[in-house]
């Protein structure tokens, strides 16, 4: 029996991890995500793959990508030094490919969890039921179809690292004003001013929104504005799909259209319709 729990306060150092199965493949082919999540300040990582043992290359290219943040440089141990986790067969122990990947990062301890309970899983699983939750309500908030999942995923993980956990609530200070995930993994490098000013700019994915042009200059007898579709967060900046060309461009200058109730961005160009999320749509009571 447990009278004390262990409460992880080393940022970066343990996550767990566990993978989600979706029920249809992305626009980008993916039909799987991991989810990483860090136990001393709620950061979640998300990785989406198209195979499961792709798992083994994006993972490590994850934490050397992570450990060779200027951030984390001056802890006094690894980051990314324990992982927490079920024993699927692409990460089990009798994985060569995955072995072998623990052998070139070095100083990752493995921790398998036991299959016969839930209970020491249960923060990884309570960290999946978020992220589908999340992009569940995403996908039916802009009526978008089932394949816009991993687009989805993007802002569902860009919002989760940037709010404030609801398991701090009992520490937060009297105006509400709590640490930030990403401010606590960072230890402040990544400010809660940035974050809040990089919040002023979100727009959710599948908005539409008439976007400014640089490139023309006033002389110009052609629109000064193009077209875009909200599709991403970069820091404060919007990434933009064109629904002509299907590329992708990045803008802090632009007005976005609300888009009344049930309709999506294929409805408002008259593009060809699209499946929705939506099953079905409510019944007026009168």
Not at 41 to 64: A, F, M, N, P
Request: proline letters at 6%; a positive charge; glycine letters at 6%.
């Amino acid at each position: 029996m447990k009278t004390d729990p262990h409460r992880e306060s080393r940022v970066g150092h343990t996550w767990s991890m566990d993978s989600i199965t979706w029920s249809h493949r992305s626009m980008n082919g993916s039909k799987y995500t991991v989810v990483i999540r860090d136990h001393a300040s709620g950061v979640i990582k998300l990785i989406h793959l198209y195979l499961k043992s792709d798992i083994v290359t994006q993972l490590e290219q994850w934490i050397l990508q992570i450990r060779a943040d200027p951030a984390y440089s001056d802890l006094p141990y690894k980051i990314v030094s324990t992982i927490m986790k079920d024993e699927p067969g692409e990460w089990s122990r009798r994985s060569s490919a995955w072995q072998a990947m623990l052998l070139r990062v070095t100083g990752v301890e493995v921790i398998y969890v036991t299959p016969e309970t839930s209970k020491e899983a249960g923060h990884a699983e309570r960290n999946n039921c978020i992220v589908e939750e999340a992009i569940k309500a995403i996908l039916m908030e802009q009526n978008l179809p089932p394949d816009h999942w991993e687009v989805a995923a993007g802002n569902a993980e860009w919002l989760l690292n940037r709010f404030p956990n609801i398991a701090t609530e009992v520490t937060a200070p009297v105006n509400g004003d709590q640490a930030r995930p990403l401010e606590i993994l960072t230890r402040g490098r990544y400010s809660r001013r940035q974050i809040d000013r990089e919040l002023s700019y979100f727009v959710q994915i599948g908005t539409p929104g008439l976007v400014h042009t640089p490139q023309i200059r006033g002389s110009t007898i052609a629109p000064k504005v193009r077209w875009g579709i909200a599709w991403g967060m970069y820091r404060d900046q919007v990434v933009w799909l064109c629904p002509y060309t299907r590329s992708t461009f990045r803008s802090k200058s632009f007005a976005a259209f609300e888009l009344r109730h049930n309709m999506n961005y294929a409805q408002f160009w008259g593009l060809p319709e699209m499946p929705t999320t939506r099953k079905a749509l409510a019944i007026p009571g009168r």
